[in-house]
């Protein structure tokens, strides 16, 4: 798929994301909008996929391991072919195809369930040492969260990626400062990420997570880094772009009444027409 106009495609998909929540009256908003740029860079041409064919064998995969981020997931799915839209209506409900974290096993387009955080890098190395080892040339992408790197899972999984030198294993951290409980240097401060990643081994870089053109240069480099699997640290905001979540401190799940929900999407709408075509 050729580069689209990236900035049209994150402003359509921040959008779409906070439909998907609209039909709740609550969920996991700000994890969700803090992604929804590098989502929209990797379903506009970056990834390796078949919509029309989920499963195809020689496919990028992604493992988003901040499973509660599948709203924004589930809409760059819809958005890129993988399923009709009007399924995001179903999010969470009985039977449906949509549950609040990514379940590889009922929606099209998931490549691994997470939600239990820091599991996602231990699944996404062995994603991506399998590539390795059948001699394919698809890449693994992985996102995670600074709170999920309060986990130890996260660094043991960051130790044999760095070790089997996986440079097809391209990893975002979203940076955004907050996690469930708080602000994470007053949880457990988690410092420099960016040189703790580098001391692991990492081809890291570190840029404005809310630029799709520094997204998209950023994976670009490390596409070309033959060396070492790579990371991006994306300083994000959380909630970013939803009105009513952007500036709480406790966004990660929270509830919001229709009429903040209306407020939300007509900003939204907005931005999304002042985007040049």
């Known amino acids: 798929m050729s580069r689209q106009n990236l900035p049209l495609r994150a402003a359509e998909l921040r959008l779409e994301t ?33 919509p029309e064919q989920p499963d195809w064998p020689e496919r990028d995969r992604l493992v988003c391991s901040k499973g509660h981020a599948g709203p924004a997931v589930y809409a760059a799915l819809a958005l890129r072919g993988y399923f009709d839209k009007s399924l995001l209506q179903t999010l969470n409900r009985p039977g ?27 699944t996404a190395v062995g994603l991506a040492l399998g590539q390795k080892m059948r001699g394919c040339d698809a890449r693994t992408y992985l996102i995670i969260g600074d709170g999920e790197c309060n986990e130890g899972q996260v660094w043991e999984g960051l130790m044999l990626a ?6 097809n294993l391209i990893v975002f951290c979203d940076k955004n400062g907050q996690q469930l409980d708080g602000y994470v240097k007053n949880v457990l401060d988690t410092g420099d990420l960016a040189d703790k990643f580098r001391a692991f081994g990492f081809f890291t870089q570190s840029i404005d997570g809310h630029d799709t053109a520094a997204v998209e240069t950023a994976v670009k480099a490390a596409a070309d880094n033959r060396k070492s699997p790579s990371m991006i640290v994306l300083n994000t905001k959380k909630g970013y772009g939803c009105t009513f979540a952007e500036n709480q401190e406790f966004n990660h799940h929270i509830a919001f009444t229709p009429e903040q929900m209306t407020e939300a999407l007509k900003a939204a709408q907005q931005k999304l027409e002042e985007v040049p075509a």
């Open 18 to 50: 906070l439909r998907v929540f609209e039909t709740r009256g609550f969920g996991h908003v700000g994890g969700a909008m803090s992604v929804v740029e590098t989502l929209a860079v990797l379903y506009n041409g970056v990834m390796r996929v078949r």
């Open 162 to 167: 760095a070790h089997r030198k996986l440079d």
């Open 96 to 122: 449906t195809s949509l549950p609040s974290h990514c379940d590889m096993n009922k929606t099209p387009g998931v490549d691994m369930t997470t939600g239990s955080l820091g599991q996602g890098v231990s």
